[in-house]
């Protein structure tokens, strides 16, 4: 490493979390602890703000943060073993308001200012949310577990990862915006998890595959116009990280995933890439973002019982520094 | 309600009408039988301490179950998730995978899980809780390292025909009725116990909001049957017929941190258990044969997860008391167990075969002021060996009131069957955990006039490698043999009793301190040396009882010290204390006993967890009563 930072101090006073200004870190949580958490990293500064959400409301954020969105002044905190969206102001954080009655939420994509999907991962199903009541007001009926969500034109694709003890799941499905009904589904491999759009307007999918199966995932192309799959990159085997991920840089043009090591390809490659860009070496990656053409950041759970590492590099895997941030940093929102 | 539920009370209802019917005296009034119910149980530990909780203790919790008679000794750690929750005992600064609870010499240790859940043991079906502290590998094999609970019941002393019916109601939906009667005659006796008990255990909590609410999705519901029988033909032979059917039904709450839950369990258990004693005359020996069966099935509706388990435990063993001569004693035995699983969550049913040898040879001074034990301890599982485990006890008694004892030995633990067998993830290759524990206890009774007292100091330091913890290696959680654990501490009690005009006045203070450390890949840096997470390093309890005549007042005040929540040490619970109050007042003659009891937990109202974001309940009431009668025999016994 060129060097470390080890936890730099919070600067506890600044509330002012404005576009640009830095990047919202993830911290998942351990299960049934309640401790899920955000912490934020200024850019200007160059200083971490840890646990923004308790520091500013008082009180603990909840079990399991899965994901977030911002939606022009709010942002949208899935908390998924809470089953609730907490709903703040992004300006500095401050408590508006919660979204209840899911079972076990995801991810959250907003169609408008008006509505949203949120997936769900027992709930068979795609909420749709009223973002000005707060509430919940439809369920699109989806088979399994529903998990990532994209929106191409009137067309909102669904990842559906394989649950646990039942059979492998390979569908992509396609949700109609227009009238909330599932309505198309593109066969995979096992497991689909993740998606991405590309610069040539594509979409990619990575699937875990099933190791109880020995099935290998894969990354699939898919064009989004005749709802097909156009390209098919199957691992070598089974055996991916505990938590994939894929991430695109702005511009659309490079591919990185994580199988247990980091993974960089082009969009155009033909075939998956032998060598990895960055080993893991007994790291337990479990979050990765692209900060636009310039930085890769990826969260390090390390054993999943004490607080994770955030580490960011330049684009061609060169270590920049490192914090440590919250349990099980899974996830980044750049803003 | 369903109709079986309503039948069922309405049985117990019925019995305990006094038409023909007799009742034991009151045990408050008359010393307790001890019943040794396995024949290493005492005298063969003399370097450890033993703290059987005696019935003054069971009665102020002796409507809820085996974790809350626990929770009045410093000596085990109950960490409980609720009343509607799980509940689990550590000792000695180990968790609860480290204690194992036997029941006739049966362990309860669940094959998956490896631990007991003491929450689903009724209190009312036992007299006794025997606590052994400290290590009890090698006397009674597996998991038993932190220390070994036994559940023990008291055969009736006085021959004829005796019956109590218990009624008890309390806040949130307490409910418990509760039937026993015992028959003894010359040569046989006979004890059946049946119960029922429910709650609703909505009792108000802040989530994290802040938002005040009623506990929903609590509620728990519990009934069952113990049955005893035992056959003395002559003096030489006894024999004994055990068993004990059970249903539990939970609802399991939501979390402070979750906004609703779905999640329940039933557990279904039948033990049966029997046993041959056989007195010569220089030697007792024991044969005893046992079988557990037991369904837990867990559902949660939403998430969508759930599992159906069954496992089986068959063990036959064979234990002797061999008086060599005036000043050795040997002690030797061999047993079997098999084990097997039948689950949704395996993909196959796996079992396992275990195959034990164990053997003390006691010896004491011709002044009898001292003793020596050696014991080991020798199994085989699967035809693979497990490392032998020694241990040596030795105490001193200078005089009959000090006792100055101590110990030294091995242990171990096997790995469960979700560590071994669980999909894609089970290690066969684990090997057992192993350690060593040293203990010392003096224990002084002093000589005063006009009232009694003891105290007793004990200590111990604990050493356990090769610790089996789940770590996630490509993509896959593991169970490795990685950790190791250090921890020591002391514990101090004393007891005392006064006669005091025509009452009794009895004291009992507690203070257990314990120092616990952890080291391994979990281990986050700078860690090594702070306290492990849910093992306090202070707990202290104090307890009076005013006997007069007919009537009682008691308290009871414990204090849990701070708790490190996570491995980071970095997330603490605040320390807490507890107080709870008894009244009790005794009708009527020798025959026929009515006791009315109000009981008040946590009387000071205080809102604490014992594990984090799990909500305990305020302050909370019972009142029962329990009618006894009792009809000697006018046969000789």
């Not at chain 2, 045990?27 to 033993?50: I, K, M, N, S």
């Not at chain 2, 030995?409 to 524990?437: A, I, M, V």
């Not at chain 2, 009981?599 to 014992?610: L, S």
């Amino acid at each position: 490493m060129a060097c470390t930072k080890d936890n730099p101090l919070p600067t506890t006073g600044d509330t002012n979390f404005g576009p640009g200004t830095g990047v919202f870190i993830l911290n998942e949580g351990l299960f049934n602890q309640g401790n899920a958490s955000i912490d934020f990293f200024r850019w200007q500064a160059d200083s971490l703000q840890t646990d923004i959400f308790q520091r500013q409301n008082s009180r603990p954020l909840g079990d399991i943060l899965q994901s977030m969105f911002i939606v022009r002044d709010r942002a949208y905190l899935v908390v998924n073993a809470s089953q609730r969206i907490e709903v703040v102001q992004v300006s500095d954080f401050s408590h508006l308001g919660t979204i209840e009655g899911m079972p076990s939420p995801r991810y959250f994509l907003p169609l408008n200012e008006q509505q949203a999907y949120v997936s769900d991962l027992s709930a068979n199903a795609v909420h749709l949310v009223d973002l000005q009541r707060l509430e919940v007001v439809d369920q699109i009926a989806v088979p399994g577990w529903t998990e990532q969500l994209l929106q191409v034109g009137n067309d909102v694709y669904v990842t559906s990862p394989s649950f646990f003890g039942q059979p492998p799941n390979e569908q992509l499905y396609i949700i109609d915006t227009q009238s909330h009904r599932l309505v198309d589904s593109i066969q995979l491999a096992p497991s689909p998890q993740q998606i991405v759009a590309d610069g040539d307007g594509l979409l990619w999918v990575l699937c875990a595959g099933s190791s109880e199966d020995n099935i290998p995932g894969g990354l699939f192309r898919i064009d989004p116009q005749q709802r097909a799959v156009v390209q098919e990159l199957r691992f070598a085997d089974a055996m991916v990280s505990l938590a994939p991920q894929l991430a695109i840089n702005d511009n659309g043009t490079q591919l990185y995933y994580i199988q247990n090591d980091l993974f960089r390809m082009p969009i155009h490659s033909s075939a998956l890439p032998t060598t990895p860009l960055l080993a893991a070496d007994g790291q337990q990656w479990y979050g990765l973002g692209i900060r636009g053409n310039e930085e890769i950041w990826i969260g390090d759970a390390i054993d999943f019982q004490q607080r994770g590492q955030v580490t960011r590099y330049t684009m061609d895997g060169s270590p920049l520094d490192s914090m440590t941030v919250g349990f099980l940093p899974n996830g980044f929102y750049f803003y | 309600m369903g109709s079986r539920s309503i039948k069922f009370k309405l049985l117990l209802f019925l019995l305990g009408m006094p038409l023909s019917a007799a009742t034991q005296v009151d045990t408050t009034l008359q010393a307790p039988t001890v019943t040794v119910t396995a024949g290493r149980l005492y005298a063969w530990q003399p370097g450890q301490e033993a703290e059987i909780l005696d019935s003054s203790q069971q009665t102020q919790a002796a409507w809820g179950t085996v974790a809350d008679v626990l929770t009045t000794t410093a000596d085990i750690f109950v960490k409980q998730y609720g009343p509607a929750n799980i509940a689990t005992g550590g000792a000695s600064g180990l968790g609860a995978a480290y204690t194992n609870v036997f029941w006739h010499g049966l362990p309860l240790q669940h094959p998956m899980l490896g631990v007991v859940d003491l929450s689903v043991l009724p209190a009312l079906l036992f007299d006794q809780v025997v606590v052994v502290s400290g290590n009890n590998s090698p006397l009674w094999g597996n998991g038993a390292i932190g220390s070994a609970i036994h559940l023990q019941q008291q055969m009736p002393k006085q021959p004829g025909l005796g019956t109590t019916y218990r009624m008890a109601l309390g806040s949130y939906g307490q409910q418990q009725y509760a039937w026993t009667a015992s028959l003894r005659r010359a040569k046989w006796m006979v004890d059946s116990r049946l119960f029922h008990q429910q709650a609703d255990n909505d009792y108000p909590y802040r989530d994290i909001s802040g938002e005040q609410r009623p506990l929903p999705h609590a509620q728990t519901r519990m009934r069952g049957v113990l049955q005893e029988c035992r056959w003395q033909p002559n003096p030489q032979h006894e024999i004994g017929l055990h068993a004990w059917w059970q249903h539990s039904r939970r609802a399991f709450p939501p979390t402070r941190v979750q906004a609703t839950s779905l999640a329940g369990q039933q557990d279904n258990d039948l033990r049966l258990a029997a046993d041959w004693k056989w007195r010569r005359q220089h030697s007792h020996w024991l044969l005893r044969t046992g079988l557990l069966r037991s369904r837990l099935t867990y559902t949660d509706t939403l998430s969508g997860i759930g599992s159906d388990s069954y496992s089986h435990i068959w063990l036959a063993e064979v234990d002797g008391n061999i008086q060599l001569n005036d000043r050795w004693q040997l002690n030797t035995g061999l047993g079997t167990q098999w084990l097997g699983i039948e689950s949704t969550a395996y993909a196959q049913s796996p079992q396992q075969h275990r195959l034990a040898g164990w053997s003390a040879l006691r010896y004491h001074s011709p002044s009898k002021r001292w003793e020596s034990v050696l014991m080991a301890r020798q199994e085989i599982v699967d035809g693979r060996l497990i490392p032998l485990t020694p241990t040596l006890h030795t105490a001193y008694y200078p005089y009959n009131r000090l006792t100055f004892g101590a110990s030294f030995g091995r242990s171990y633990r096997l790995p469960t069957f979700n560590d071994l067998y669980w999909p894609q993830s089970g290690n066969p290759e684990l090997r057992p955990e192993q350690g060593w524990q040293a203990t010392g206890r003096i224990q002084w009774q002093p000589e005063q006039q006009g009232w009694t007292s003891s105290w007793q100091l004990n200590l111990f330091v604990n050493k356990l490698e090769q610790q089996i913890i789940w770590l996630p290696r490509q993509g896959i959680w593991i169970p490795q043999n990685i950790n190791r654990s250090r921890s020591h501490g002391a514990g101090l009690r004393w007891k005392a009793s006064w006669e005091v005009a025509q009452g009794q006045l009895a004291v009992r203070a507690q203070y257990r301190y314990t120092r616990a450390v952890q080291q391994g890949s979990t281990t986050a840096a700078g860690t090594e040396r702070l306290q492990v997470a849910y093992v306090p390093r202070h707990r202290a309890n104090l307890s009076w009882q005013w006997q007069y005549r007919r009537s009682r007042l008691a308290y009871d005040h414990r204090w849990t010290g701070q708790v490190f929540t996570l491995a980071d040490r970095q997330s603490t619970l605040p320390a807490y204390h507890l107080g709870s109050l008894i009244v009790a007042q005794r009708l009527g003659d020798a025959r026929h006993g009515l006791l009315l009891e109000i009981n008040i937990e946590n009387i000071w109202n205080k809102d604490y967890e014992v594990v984090r974001h799990y909500p305990m309940p305020g302050r909370r009431w019972q009142i029962g009563i329990r009618y006894r009668f009792h009809n000697k025999s006018a046969r000789k016994p």
